[in-house]
């Protein structure tokens, strides 16, 4: 179970903090988004063992949420509802230990 308590309060995202965690395979993110006055808090959840960075946009689900307490809340109920959604899918997640590595995309030459 994703706990709110758990979760930093929405100060956090206010100065630009972002949380990420993970459950049961399922990797998320919580950041802030947008400009002030309109900003937006944004969900974000794929399948691990993966980090945020290593993982292309089509394989990740985004939401974006009001910038308040109750944005914050629905975001972590919308969490542990995609959680339950697609449990089939972030169990069967492998560990990091088990994941397929790609040592030519690693070790590439394309920042030269």
């Known amino acids: 179970m994703i706990d709110a ?9 206010s100065y ?17 988004m947008g400009e ?3 900003f937006r808090l944004e969900a974000c959840a794929w399948q691990g063992p993966y980090s ?16 308040s307490e109750d ?3 629905a975001a972590i109920d919308w969490l542990m509802d995609i959680y339950d959604r697609e449990k089939e899918t972030w169990e ?3 560990s990091i230990l088990e994941a397929p590595i790609d040592l030519n995309a690693v070790y590439s030459d394309k920042g030269e």
């Open 16 to 32: 630009g903090g972002v949380y990420s965690g993970e459950h049961h395979g399922m990797r998320y993110q919580l950041r802030r």
């Open 92 to 94: 069967s997640a492998p």
């Open 52 to 67: 945020f960075a290593a993982v292309d946009s089509e394989n990740k689900i985004f939401n974006a949420f009001d910038f």
């Open 36 to 38: 002030k006055p309109d």
């Open 71 to 73: 944005g914050r809340k």
């Open 5 to 13: 308590d758990q979760i930093m309060p929405l100060n956090f995202f």
